[in-house]
């Protein structure tokens, strides 16, 4: 994962360099707006997959410990909470 974010970024920088030199900027000026788009490209795309990877690990059911009260089959809160 981190290698294909790490080449969407280095594409973003390649692209960003062809267009801030087709546009006549200076040559330290391009390289670090290309850099700059580099970084928001990788940053945007690596909390884009952890908020990804949180939501779909969320949505998965958790598995119980074994003997922790509430996690054996058929029971369910409100029969424990009649009981009286």
């Given at each position: ?11 973003a920088f ?25 970084t928001i490209v ?43």
């Amino acid at each position: 994962m981190n290698k294909t974010i790490f080449q969407m970024g280095l594409l973003a920088f390649c692209v960003a360099a062809v267009v801030y030199g087709i546009q006549g900027v200076g040559l330290i000026e391009t390289l670090a707006r290309s850099f700059l788009v580099f970084t928001i490209v990788v940053c945007v795309l690596a909390l884009a997959v952890i908020v990804a990877v949180y939501v779909v690990a969320g949505s998965r059911p958790r598995p119980g410990r074994p003997g922790t009260p509430g996690n054996a089959p058929g029971h369910n809160e409100q029969s424990a909470s009649s009981v009286s």
